[in-house]
Structures are given as structure tokens and as C-alpha cells.
């Protein structure tokens, strides 16, 4: 697999195609790390292993990345889902984008340069690649506790959290420059650690993501102290799935219900 990732990856280096392939390195210890790949002689760093589990878009919405124009990334199923999230809010462009990623058979690597490309390769491989994890216990189990439960769960969860946004800064979609929370004339949000502070920030946290987060388990992989964001967003995805009647692919295709309405909608005051 790495052998003909690394050669698709150096093949748009060298015709430059593409000025950066973003993909992933060893880390200082036994683990891998998300890496930039601008020359072709840079390709040799680079891996790709069950244990590249980042989520590489995040970085497609940052100014310098987007500076270089077209570039590679390599993707894995979690990341796909994401870069068709940031295509369909028109936030990145697909014509400046080869998507690299690990086709079915051995060693077979798939480029996708479109949209469509993407949700088509999506559809088909991504229900047999998913195993359950942890967090699926965890979403069950919040889902059979009573409305109080789940408020004191949050709450004594929240209450752990040191605000280091760490969750923010590893979602690819939560791209906004400037974030309410940061604001401080007017300070909506308190800006130090403690519980009523902690509850506004995630919230608006999840508000925000209601009905657009991909559930790729980015926020709760980078959360220090381990509070796990990932059951929170996916318990909410899971609600607005049952009350728009939305398949996974139609939710995935940009369905975006909190933050569309239609003209003939009931609620006045969205117009
Ligand atoms: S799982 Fe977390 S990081 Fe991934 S899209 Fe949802 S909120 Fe963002
Ligand atoms: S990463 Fe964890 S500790 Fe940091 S702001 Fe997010 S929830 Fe709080």
C-alpha cells in the first residue's frame, strides 16, 4: 500500500500536478503524525499504516494550505466524508484537489478528483470498512438515560474540560476565523475554565455542528482530557437523522437541516 501511495504521491510532485501532498510521517515515538510533502525527495518520510488515523482536512480550509493551489491529500474514510462536507459548503475547491486513498485490493490506490468520485467511493466501501468502537457503547448507553441523566453526565464531563481547543483545532469543519467564543467585546462566552462557561462553549459547539459534523472522531482523539465529543455530536446526528428522515448518504450529501430552510417552511421567522 505505502509503496504505491508514495509513487502516486511522487508522480504529482515531480509532473507538479501539485505543489504539497499532505499525508502522514513517523512521530517522535512509536505513533505517526500528519506531514507536508513539497519536494519529491520529501516522499521517502512518508507512511501510511492502520495507524494514520488524523483527519487530514482540517488542514484543506487553512489560508496558507489553500495559498498552494492544487495539492494531494491522502484520505482515509473519515477524511473522505469530511473533504465532501467541505466541498458541498463551498469551502474548498475540488478541481484543486487529488484525493488519494486505499482502494480494495492489495496495495491499490484510488484517486478521486471530484465530488462525485468521492460520495460514489464513499457508498460503496464505507459501511463494510466501519467496526464498532468504544463509542458506540457510550452513545447507548447515554441514549437509555432519562433527559436529567444526561444533563448531570455532560455537566460532570463538561466540568473536566480546560478549554484548550484542542477539539476545535482538529475538526475539519468548524472553520470559522473568528470563533463566538473567542469574542471579547461583547464576551459572550467566559473565557476561563469553569462549568457555566464550559456548558455555553460546547453547546455552541454542538449547535454548530448539528446536521454537518461527519462523525469523524477527531475532537474526541485530540481532547487531552478525554472527554469523549464524538458520542455528544453523534448522539445529535443520530436525533436529526430520525427527525428529517434522513438516510446516512442523504445527511452525508449536504443536508445540512439547521442551517437551510426552504420558502415554503412553517417557522415565519427563518424568512
Ligand atoms: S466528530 Fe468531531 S472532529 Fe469530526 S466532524 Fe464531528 S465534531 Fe468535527
Ligand atoms: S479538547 Fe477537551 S479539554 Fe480541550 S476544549 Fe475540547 S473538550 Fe475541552
Not at 512509536?30 to 516522499?43: A, G, K, M, N, W
Not at 499504516?49 to 494531494?72: F, H, P, Q, S, W
Not at 473522505?80 to 482502494?103: A, M
Not at 453526565?153 to 477539539?167: K, L
Request: hydrophobic fraction near 35%; glycine fraction near 4%; proline fraction near 4%.
Amino acid at each position: 500500500m505505502i509503496k504505491a501511495m508514495k509513487n502516486k504521491s511522487l508522480e504529482l510532485l515531480t509532473s507538479q500536478e501539485v505543489r504539497v501532498v499532505i499525508g502522514y510521517e513517523k512521530g517522535t515515538k512509536c505513533s505517526t503524525r500528519p506531514s507536508f510533502f513539497f519536494l519529491p525527495e520529501d516522499i521517502e518520510r512518508m507512511v501510511f499504516d492502520e495507524e494514520c488515523k488524523n483527519n487530514l482536512a482540517v488542514y484543506l480550509t487553512k489560508e496558507n494550505i489553500k495559498n498552494y493551489g492544487r495539492l494531494a491529500i491522502i484520505a482515509n474514510d473519515k477524511t473522505l466524508q469530511s473533504i465532501v462536507k467541505l466541498i458541498s459548503e463551498n469551502q474548498i475547491r475540488e478541481d484543486n484537489l487529488f484525493v488519494l486513498t486505499p482502494g480494495s485490493e492489495d496495495g491499490q490506490v484510488i484517486v478521486l478528483n471530484s465530488i462525485e468520485e468521492i460520495k460514489s467511493f464513499v457508498n460503496k466501501s464505507i459501511p463494510s470498512q466501519k467496526e464498532p468502537d468504544s463509542v458506540d457503547e457510550l452513545v447507548a448507553r447515554i441514549r437509555k438515560m432519562s433527559r436529567e441523566e444526561r444533563w448531570k453526565y455532560w455537566q460532570d464531563e463538561f466540568a473536566r474540560c480546560i478549554r484548550c481547543y484542542a477539539c476545535r483545532a482538529a475538526c475539519p469543519l468548524c472553520y470559522c476565523t473568528r470563533c463566538t467564543v473567542e469574542s471579547s467585546q461583547p464576551q459572550w462566552v467566559p473565557v476561563a475554565s469553569h462549568v457555566l462557561g464550559n456548558m455555553e462553549w460546547h453547546i455552541i459547539r454542538a449547535m454548530h455542528m448539528s446536521g454537518r459534523c461527519t462523525d469523524c472522531g477527531a475532537c474526541a482523539e485530540a481532547c487531552p482530557v478525554n472527554i469523549n465529543l464524538q458520542a455528544l455530536t453523534r448522539v445529535v446526528r443520530e436525533s436529526i437523522q430520525d427527525e428529517f428522515n434522513l438516510t446516512t448518504e442523504e445527511y452525508l450529501e449536504g443536508n445540512n437541516v439547521l442551517s437551510s430552510f426552504k420558502p415554503n417552511d412553517n417557522e415565519t421567522f427563518i424568512r
